[in-house]
């Protein structure tokens, strides 16, 4: 394997957790009951537009699309800037001991300001090449615009990659991009999917990632 994708949201930083809390609230004051472990389970990789427009036909909210995502931005910049987002276990490793032996990207379905922000947080953004976001191409996830984007801008053939993902949505779109791709999520109702490995923790799939890019890994130890 020659290159390496990282999805954002739930793979790198716990953050599929903070935005159901998010999203909790703000429907709240709408009216709408939205558990957090609904959130996660239904709506975790779907993009806030999907989001927002379910959730206006749903409930006939008497708002549009373009309101609530921007409001919803409005509150995640403050609540990042607040408090952060804490960092999924075993990432920081990884990443460090990727960075600059193996190509990597952030291929992500969230918006570029919101992910480079939080990747400069951690100190993160200079150990990629590259962050791709769906909101930059004509379909956002599901579809494998985004992935088809960064392997075009990384020169790597779809099928010399490796994705790594935490959710259906973005499953499906590696996939169809024809990517191999490993999902690391914990809940129950992920365990049987067609990702070509699945892990509870970035910590479980370092191993395997060793391994399928232990020739750039040797190369750059010489």
């Not at 957790?17 to 703000?26: I, L, V």
């Not at 006939?60 to 699309?65: E, G, H, K, R, W």
């Not at 373009?66 to 990443?95: C, R």
Request: net charge negative.
């Amino acid at each position: 394997m020659q290159t390496l994708f990282f999805d954002f949201d739930g793979t790198l930083v716990d953050s599929e957790t903070f935005h159901a809390d998010n999203w909790s609230a703000y429907l709240a004051t709408y009216g709408v009951t939205l558990t957090a472990e609904d959130f996660i389970e239904y709506y975790a990789g779907v993009t806030w537009p999907k989001i927002a427009k379910h959730f206006i036909d749903s409930y006939q909210l008497n708002v549009d699309i373009t309101t609530i995502t921007t409001e919803m931005e409005a509150l995640t910049e403050a609540k990042i800037s607040q408090h952060g987002i804490p960092a999924l276990p075993g990432v920081d490793d990884v990443l460090n001991a990727f960075s600059g032996k193996v190509p990597m990207a952030v291929v992500t379905g969230a918006p570029r300001d919101y992910v480079e922000g939080v990747l400069k947080q951690h100190g993160w953004l200079d150990l990629f090449d590259q962050v791709f976001s769906g909101y930059e191409v004509i379909n956002n996830k599901p579809s494998p615009d985004v992935y088809l984007q960064a392997c075009q801008a990384m020169k790597v053939n779809s099928h010399q990659a490796v994705a790594i993902e935490d959710s259906r949505t973005g499953l499906q779109s590696a996939k169809n991009a024809d990517i191999y791709c490993l999902l690391i999520n914990a809940h129950p109702s992920l365990i049987n999917t067609d990702a070509d490995h699945t892990f509870n923790s970035m910590v479980a799939a370092k191993p395997l990632l060793d391994v399928l890019f232990k020739d750039k890994l040797s190369i750059n130890t010489l």
